[in-house]
């Protein structure tokens, strides 16, 4: 998930013969999504090999080939020029620029076939992290594997195609699957396939994210996007209901990942996450650590929301929710990092506080989970780019005072960075 960031169960069959929603079992005979063909993808895209992921790099070429891979074992099918893969330029951290890749295949509709669905994930990780790179442990050189950031979502996507292709006859509308390199420098990869779409733009109904879907904690899975289109809330209703998920709605369509290419121009969206933690942007995002069983869980939901919106005779109607776009942020100018994972779905004024690094500056000045930080130097905080506006003004060895909401009550913290 991009610099800061932010699903589902069960085989179902949604019949839509009238405007009314209902869900019924699927043919046994269909293949089924599994803990360990989800298991597999993870292990493999998250192993050393790999090398972090990072966009250009040998690692990142063995994801590549990988994805391609599965995406024709599956029966997708190429979307132009009898690729697979959509080039554009790209800089790294020594600002030189080569080419990378997303991945992307389709399966044909059957009644609406010029109307998509687009399904993405970003597949790409930091390498090897380091200063500049979106690492939180900024003197690590290690591999950072991603395994939840976002090895999870990837093999999401793939095993939704799987699913999605054995039951392509029940597909309405045309299912597009995209792969997004470079999401955690600035999601580059959405940016380019959004900005040069492989058909008309205004044929994408419906854009469904899966970023960092691996560690379902309590049931509890957020979704963003829910305010971008009036079907959404009844389908996520039903669906969370059906497979006994707690969702977390954020109405809002803009958020720190591909989803928001999408919603700037127009497209309804809905991004799952199933919350943030400490390994985040760390070298201890490990497949040991994924919920493979929440993943599950997370997958089949989010497959029947699929089946859901691809069932009704209208596409969803758009509705903006939120800015459809964020101050510009620049990492390569931050020098400061507070140490705490932010909140991503708090639809309250200020920015929630998901897990704190305590040995780092949030940490050793007080900072806990389940605070709301309100004002930074006299300065309001009511989102997440509201505080990357402000950290990217300070500078190391200076302090700060951080006011933050605690049970309702104001606690004034001052924190040296």
Not at 35 to 50: A, F, V
Not at 95 to 122: Q, S
Not at 140 to 151: K, R, T, V, W
Not at 270 to 299: A, E
Request: with cysteine.
């Amino acid at each position: 998930m991009i610099n800061v960031r932010i699903l589902l169960f069960n085989t179902l069959l949604i019949v839509s013969c009238s405007n009314s929603l209902s869900v019924k079992s699927l043919n046994k005979n269909e293949y089924e999504i599994t803990q360990d063909s989800i298991m597999k993808h993870i292990k493999y895209l998250s192993s050393d090999e790999l090398e972090g992921r990072f966009p250009g790099t040998r690692g990142s070429d063995l994801a590549i080939s990988y994805i391609v891979d599965n995406f024709k074992k599956y029966k997708l099918l190429p979307m132009q020029d009898n690729t697979f893969l959509q080039f554009f330029d790209f800089s790294d951290l020594k600002r030189e620029k080569f080419r990378v890749a997303n991945v992307v295949g389709l399966i044909p509709g059957n009644e609406n076939k010029d109307e998509y669905i687009v399904i993405g994930a970003h597949f790409d990780h930091l390498g090897y992290g380091g200063v500049h790179s979106g690492s939180r442990d900024i003197r690590s050189n290690e591999i950072h594997n991603g395994a939840d950031d976002n090895a999870s979502g990837v093999a999401g996507i793939l095993e939704l195609a799987h699913k999605l292709y054995a039951n392509r006859d029940k597909l309405r509308r045309s299912i597009i699957f995209v792969a997004f390199n470079a999401e955690e420098q600035g999601i580059y990869g959405s940016k380019h396939f959004i900005n040069n779409p492989p058909i008309p733009k205004d044929k994408i109904i419906t854009m469904i994210n899966l970023d960092m879907i691996g560690r379902l904690r309590n049931l509890s899975l957020n979704v963003s996007g829910t305010g971008t289109s009036p079907y959404f809330n009844e389908i996520l209703d039903k669906t969370s209901s059906i497979h006994m998920l707690n969702i977390k709605k954020n109405p809002e369509g803009f958020g720190p990942s591909d989803h928001a290419s999408f919603y700037s121009n127009n497209i309804p969206v809905l991004s799952f996450f199933t919350g943030g933690h400490q390994d985040y942007h760390t070298p201890r995002d490990d497949w040991s650590k994924i919920n493979i069983s929440g993943q599950k869980k997370v997958l089949s939901m989010v497959y029947d929301v699929i089946l859901l919106i691809d069932s009704k005779k209208n596409k969803p109607k758009f509705t903006e929710a939120g800015p459809q776009s964020a101050p510009a942020t620049s990492r390569i100018k931050m020098s400061v990092t507070f140490g705490f994972m932010p909140s991503y779905t708090s639809t309250e004024d200020g920015l929630g506080v998901d897990g704190v690094r305590s040995e780092g500056p949030a940490g050793r000045a007080g900072l806990k989970k389940g605070d709301i930080i309100i004002k930074i130097n006299n300065v309001a905080i009511k989102d997440i780019y509201g505080y990357m506006d402000v950290l990217q003004k300070l500078k190391p060895g200076e302090s700060s005072v951080v006011v933050v909401l605690r049970n309702d009550k104001e606690i004034i913290l001052n924190l040296n960075h």
